[in-house]
């Protein structure tokens, strides 16, 4: 017997009638503003090219590390939801048994932010309105598989149709960005950038680093035998980003630890690591003290060019050897690690955090030092802003939590609104609303207990919803 699938439109509300009613009234003023996407990862080939997403289980399943990393921890394999394999073993190529093997087990995200996403996309998306189970598995498909056979449901129909006015992707500094080229050449409206993400590059501990480092700078025309040149290559590829209309760098670093030293000093380390990571050449102690010197290298660039610049740090990345082994890196491994930020950014802020110039935005997995280290930085200096809950935690529970421990000391304005982080296209506008609801939750809450005006929490809504993140990202 099938089950019906309905969105109530209370949902993340309060309880207390009144506290709801005022909620009401906040989202309906921020729900339909434009969404803007300062941070993700969608594929720009998608947008530049703009054809058909191939099959329900493709588009929805087999990229989705938030879905098969669930599935998996209950038993079912990867390569039977058909995520590649590096190794060039065999995985499930047929999406409809795909999609029944996901549909099979779609009770595991219950209470999870994943369910609340995927109904969205099920309900408002393709319009079905019936729950997803074995039972519905095959009419889910079809219903999903004819929708993206027609024009509506291409790239950038939906790019449109969900009002999204900027989206930003995310490029290695080798990528020739050939994509946002084809993009701006089409003619087509849709406002699509990339970002600079220089991890490649900068952390010796990368396979193959001395040979990226060396194409880098081939690309660049720059010697990068030298550390001089090394920056100079940086400075041309954070230029050519620019040029594909990227406002922001981005930095996955495993700490926020930031380093300020001497120039012989990072001319002999940048050898160092050159040289490679272990007994012939650099120490892991000299991997991490060179990323930290690049932060804040990286930090003077955006004084000068005035990109924001963004910090992901403490996470350990494919944490599943067998995993990374047979099918490669974000295959749902990753386990966030403690942060601490203090002492680890004191010497870039020594040198760059009074500046204006700068906008140094901060994430975390460790909820832990968001009241005591990240709001009360952010709430002192001006270069520093809270980027919104990350990953693990962008989800109902973890943006409350975000506001009960951060607005205190850093207040309102020191964060940046909402950015979704996702490869999943679709589930963009979810993750908006769900972001919009919550916000607009706790203002209620301040609204009711009287400790901040109705009319400034609308205010408030519309900054956290679409201001901040257009001023902050400079979009």
């Known amino acids: 017997m099938t089950r019906p699938l309905a969105l109530h439109p209370d949902r993340l509300f309060p309880a207390d009638p009144g506290t709801r009613a005022i909620a009401r009234a906040l989202y309906e003023g921020v729900k339909d503003l434009p969404i803007v996407s300062p941070h993700g990862h969608t594929d720009p080939a998608w947008f530049a090219y703009d054809e058909p997403f191939p099959n329900p289980a493709s588009l929805l399943i087999v990229p989705d590390h938030y879905v098969f990393r669930m599935l998996y921890s209950q038993g079912v394999p990867l390569e039977s939801l058909g995520v590649p394999s590096v190794d060039g073993s065999p995985v499930e190529q047929d999406p409809r048994k795909i999609w029944n093997l996901f549909a099979q087990h779609y009770h595991l995200f219950r209470g999870t932010p994943?369910?609340?996403?995927?109904?969205?996309?099920?309900?408002?998306?393709?319009?079905?309105?019936?729950?997803?189970?074995?039972?519905?598995?095959?009419?889910?498909?079809?219903?999903?598989?004819?929708?993206?056979k027609t024009p509506a449901f291409r790239p950038r129909a939906l790019f449109e149709r969900f009002g999204i006015e900027a989206i930003a992707t995310t490029e290695g500094p080798l990528d020739p960005l050939a994509h946002h080229r084809a993009i701006r050449e089409s003619g087509w409206n849709g406002r699509v950038v990339t970002a600079y993400r220089p991890d490649p590059v900068v952390d010796p501990?990368?396979?193959?680093?001395?040979?990226?480092?060396?194409?880098?700078?081939?690309?660049?025309?720059?010697?990068?035998?030298?550390?001089?040149?090394?920056?100079?290559?940086?400075?041309?590829?954070?230029?050519?980003?620019?040029?594909?209309?990227?406002?922001?760098?981005?930095?996955?670093?495993?700490?926020?630890?930031?380093?300020?030293?001497?120039?012989?000093?990072?001319?002999?380390l940048y050898h160092r690591v050159l040289a490679g990571v272990g007994e012939a050449g650099a120490s892991k102690q000299d991997a991490e003290l060179f990323r930290a010197q690049i932060l804040t290298e990286m930090a003077g660039m955006s004084v000068e060019d005035g990109m924001v610049m963004q910090l992901h740090p403490a996470v350990h990345r494919s944490h599943n050897q067998a995993v990374l082994e047979r099918f490669g890196r974000d295959k749902g491994g990753d386990i966030p690690l403690p942060g601490e930020f203090v002492q680890a950014l004191k010497p870039l802020l020594d040198r760059y955090g009074n500046d204006p110039r700068l906008t140094l935005i901060l994430f975390t997995l460790d909820?832990?030092?968001?009241?005591?280290?990240?709001?009360?930085?952010?709430?002192?200096?001006?270069?520093?802003?809270?980027?919104?809950?990350?990953?693990f935690h962008d989800s109902p529970e973890g943006m409350r939590r975000f506001r009960e421990r951060a607005t205190e000391t850093g207040g309102f304005y020191n964060t940046v609104g909402f950015n979704d982080d996702t490869r999943a296209f679709l589930s963009i506008p979810a993750r908006h609303d769900v972001a919009r609801r919550m916000d607009c939750a706790w203002l209620a809450q301040l609204v009711a207990e009287h400790r901040l005006p109705e009319d400034e929490a609308h205010e408030v809504a519309r900054a956290l919803a679409y201001d901040l993140v257009k001023a902050a990202y400079k979009l």
């Open 114 to 148: 994943s369910r609340m996403w995927l109904d969205w996309v099920f309900a408002e998306v393709f319009g079905l309105d019936v729950l997803l189970d074995e039972s519905t598995a095959d009419h889910y498909y079809e219903v999903i598989d004819a929708a993206l």
């Open 205 to 268: 501990e990368t396979p193959g680093f001395a040979a990226k480092v060396a194409k880098f700078g081939e690309m660049a025309g720059e010697d990068v035998s030298t550390y001089a040149g090394y920056l100079a290559a940086h400075r041309f590829h954070r230029a050519r980003f620019r040029e594909a209309g990227a406002t922001s760098t981005d930095h996955g670093h495993p700490s926020a630890l930031t380093a300020d030293l001497s120039p012989e000093d990072c001319e002999a």
């Open 367 to 391: 909820e832990d030092v968001y009241s005591r280290e990240l709001a009360p930085l952010a709430g002192h200096y001006p270069s520093l802003r809270l980027g919104p809950p990350w990953w």
